[in-house]
């Protein structure tokens, strides 16, 4: 919470509040309050007499930011006479948004910035300046297939610089709410300290409009996240016009941050305005002016702005004075004021904080570029905007040097006064940033005694059981037990995982004010400060988020955690693939559990809880390793993998994504020498004279195994059933292999016709038809699911015994 700077008048507010309520009732004491919470004075929060003094050496700053301005100019339009394109536009607005961060407060030791995707190329510039990037590697932007820079921040293309990725647009301020909790988490589990640690995130203020932008703030506030930074760069433009034509978007983000508790910081105009902002009728004009007029502003004339703006306004200042300070005079283009907003927001205790900042975008790229609409696809400049622009940023380039094809890159020379002060102050600040380490220590592999009782079988139930009994037995290790970080948006219960209540605990930073209603209970509900579970409560997209955060928690913390992230599988793959492939570009490492899965094991629930799509979703994912065991014996087999391939030795920068089904069944136990049929996708399950070979996945094996018997029984016929742990997989190594693929070499010797069948559509099979070489049938569940009995459902979709049968029968003939 904020200090009270007046507690008397505080007392006096609330005093006026209470008469009016008395008077005029609640209805019109809320109205007042909705009206001052809405709105606001467009003025700076810290004025230019409270600024704290400046740290650095402004002039040789100037000089640091004029040459990455230059170079990311140059990098785009270099890049652009071979069709590459670029975006120069962003970065122009926000260099000093970066620039101040950069000398005096990003910690290279400590912090996490989410960099706005499309001002990559300022953050190339200034790597290059440091020392850490070279001339040819600026010449390949966006030429990877020749070793280049990729278009925005991916890990995986940059596994030693950039972070996190931040297109696509909103999850970038998604995931730092979560990254910025997950750090919190793992200092209060005693995990690591991360007190010291800050989270920047660097937006644009267009996209703030997607959803998952804005959908975790009051998870930072109800957790008094004040290890949390939002820069939103207010340059009014989205790609294609003004964010906000008709409104106002400063005011309409300012409504939402408070709202939902954030401290917010406005750093709007340049210190120039300060005379003029002395006028309240000019701050009330500016208040009601829609960010479409003001656009205009910025792009037009001082006579035009005079007479709409000023009008009947006494202003001592000539057109030409106005024309450049309501043009360009903006906070976020002064380093005083963006260092006296970062200053305020760090300073801030108790919550997170937003800062507003306002630019131009395309700022110092020239009146071409400078607030128009289309300056987001204006891919280069010509060598006149080059030598404007040379003559605004001063730099020492002669007409010679722009008189070929291309601008020239520029650089100071590494002991020149600027190369010495980019790497004093990165020093000073812990080292480079943007910088990824993957300091990985591998994990012990757990011990034997965890998975042998899925190995022995015998129990009756379903495959999300046997996993979550798994991983109950494997949080117990002594070693790496800690690590594990079970991840469920909402209904644990379903999932079979109130006994991890009572000894792992739920986490929350406030710990457990309230008596449980369940408190009598052995199992009740029990929330901790060192809490190990996160419920999430009903959001895939938060969940996702703090998947990722512990998924690559080995790199952005050297700690390596263990996360599963257990869901209905209808509302994963499908509800949150984006994050998904986010998580694959931040190199994250865990378990994904698509609980529930199939088309016709969810009864009752009809269409969109039933889903049989999300195995065809993920084996697009070339990080993702798919599976859909059958019994809870390979679901061991599986983790245990995982877990060798993921955290032991080799540390491989893939995911796992099971789909477990909540359907109770026979375990049988594991037979001899399957291992490697499991993990590689296919083994023979149940042998029966091969006259025909049902492949079957998931709960399908089941349907499989009733069909066999039925053909025995009823015609003779001897079939054999064979459990397919992974289509994707067994598709994968068909396609990679130069000599004969597993899927043939395990069926080798197996005559007859195949018939294969899921609780998936067709398509989810059909992956593996091509290597088949004989007969081919594939059953499954296309189209929408429906709520009935799970026996009508199959019969429905023809997945069902007797349908199984009936293919095999016809195939035969």
Same mark, same amino acid.
């Given at each position: 919470m904020e200090r009270d700077l007046d507690p008397q008048e505080t007392a006096e507010w609330l005093e006026s509040l209470e008469a009016v309520r008395r008077a005029a009732g609640h209805e019109r004491a809320e109205f007042l309050l909705r009206r001052l919470a809405t709105s606001s004075r467009p003025v700076n929060t810290v004025p230019t007499a409270e600024e704290p003094a400046y740290p650095g050496d402004l002039e040789l700053e100037e000089r640091i930011a004029a040459y990455d301005r230059w170079n990311a100019a140059a990098m785009v339009t270099r890049g652009s006479k071979l /069709?590459?394109? /670029?975006? #120069?536009?962003?970065?122009?607005?926000?260099?000093?948004?970066? *620039?101040? /961060?950069?000398?005096?407060?990003?910690?290279?030791?400590?912090? %996490?910035?989410?960099? %706005? /995707?499309h001002a990559s190329p300022g953050v190339y510039a200034r790597a290059f300046l440091e020392g850490r990037l070279s001339e040819a590697q600026l010449d390949l932007f966006r030429r990877e297939t020749e070793g280049g820079l990729p278009s925005y921040p991916h890990p995986r293309a940059m596994p030693g610089f950039w972070q996190f990725p931040t297109v696509s647009m909103g999850l970038g301020p998604l995931n730092a709410v979560y990254q910025a909790r997950f750090n919190r988490y793992l200092h209060n589990r005693g995990i690591k300290d991360t007190s010291h640690s800050h989270v920047w995130a660097f937006l644009g203020d267009g *996209? #703030?409009? *997607?959803? *998952?932008a804005t959908a975790a703030l009051t998870l930072a506030a109800r957790e008094g996240l004040d290890n949390l930074t939002f820069v939103i760069n207010c340059n009014l433009q989205r790609l294609d016009g003004p964010v906000r034509g008709n409104t106002s978007v400063v005011q309409e983000l300012e409504s939402v941050f408070r709202g939902a508790g954030w401290h917010v910081v406005k750093a709007l105009w340049g210190q120039e305005w300060d005379d003029l902002l002395r006028s309240d009728e000019l701050v009330a004009r500016l208040a009601e002016t829609p960010d479409g007029q003001f656009q205009t502003y910025a792009a037009s004339t001082g006579a035009y702005i005079r007479e709409r703006l000023f009008h009947g306004l006494d202003v001592p200042y000539s057109d030409d004075d106005l024309r450049r300070i309501v043009g360009g005079s903006r906070a976020g283009h002064e380093p005083r004021k963006v260092h006296a907003a970062y200053r305020r927001a760090l300073d801030h205790r108790g919550g997170p904080t937003v800062i507003l900042v306002q630019t131009v975008k395309g700022w110092t790229l020239g009146a071409g570029v400078e607030a128009r609409n289309a300056n987001h696809q204006m891919k280069k400049l010509t060598q006149d905007e080059f030598r404007s622009m040379r003559d605004r940023l001063g730099l020492p380039v002669s007409d010679e040097a722009l008189s070929g094809e291309l601008p020239p890159y520029l650089h100071p020379g590494p002991g020149s006064p600027e190369a010495r002060y980019l790497a004093e102050r990165r020093a000073a600040l812990g080292g480079p940033i943007p910088h990824r380490t993957a300091a990985y220590r591998p994990l012990p592999p757990p011990a034997d005694k965890p998975f042998q009782s899925l190995a022995k079988g015998g129990a009756r139930i379903a495959t999300t059981m046997a996993f979550v009994r798994l991983v109950k037995d494997l949080m117990k290790e002594p070693e790496t037990g800690r690590r594990w970080v079970p991840i469920v948006p909402d209904e644990a219960r379903t999932f079979g995982m109130e006994s991890l209540f009572p000894t792992a605990k739920i986490y929350s930073p406030l710990g457990q004010r309230y008596d449980a209603v369940d408190r009598e209970l052995l199992l009740s509900y029990k929330e901790a400060v060192d809490g190990q579970i996160l419920i999430e409560g009903i959001t895939e997209a938060g969940s996702m988020a703090s998947f990722t955060a512990a998924a690559s928690s080995y790199a952005t913390h050297g700690e390596a955690m263990i996360p599963f992230y257990i869901f209905y599988s209808m509302f994963g793959w499908q509800r949150t693939g984006d994050q998904m492939w986010a998580l694959a570009d931040q190199l994250g490492r865990g378990f994904l559990i698509g609980a529930t899965a199939g088309r016709t094991t969810m009864t009752g629930e009809g269409l969109q809880h039933a889903d049989g799509h999300s195995q065809l979703l993920a084996s697009a994912n070339p990080a993702c390793l798919a599976y859909d065991p059958a019994f809870g014996y390979e679901v061991g087999v599986i983790v245990r993998e995982g877990l060798r391939r993921m955290y032991g030795e080799a540390g491989e920068d893939v995911f796992y994504y099971l789909t477990l089904y909540n359907e109770p069944l026979p375990q049988p136990a594991m037979p001899e020498g399957v291992e490697e049929g499991i993990l590689k996708g296919l083994y023979r399950y149940s042998a029966n004279g091969g006259a025909a070979h049902l492949l079957a996945s998931g709960t399908a094996i089941h349907w499989a195994l009733a069909a066999q018997r039925l053909l025995q029984d009823e015609y003779g016929l001897g079939v054999d059933v064979w459990s397919v742990t992974s289509w994707s997989e067994l598709r994968r190594e068909a396609m990679a292999t130069s000599g004969v693929p597993y899927l043939q070499q395990a069926m080798a010797g197996a005559e007859g016709p195949v018939v294969a069948v899921s609780d998936w559509m067709r398509a989810v099979p059909d992956q593996i038809q091509p290597w088949i070489g004989r007969p081919w049938t594939s059953l499954g569940t296309d189209g929408f699911g429906l709520s009935d009995t799970r026996e009508a459902a199959r019969r429905h979709f023809g997945v069902d015994p007797r349908s199984i049968a009936d293919a095999v029968l016809k195939a035969v003939e």
């Open positions: /069709g590459l394109g /670029g975006h #120069m536009a962003t970065y122009a607005s926000a260099a000093w948004l970066y *620039e101040v /961060g950069f000398n005096h407060f990003f910690h290279g030791t400590d912090d %996490q910035v989410y960099f %706005q /995707g *996209e #703030m409009d *997607e959803p *998952e």
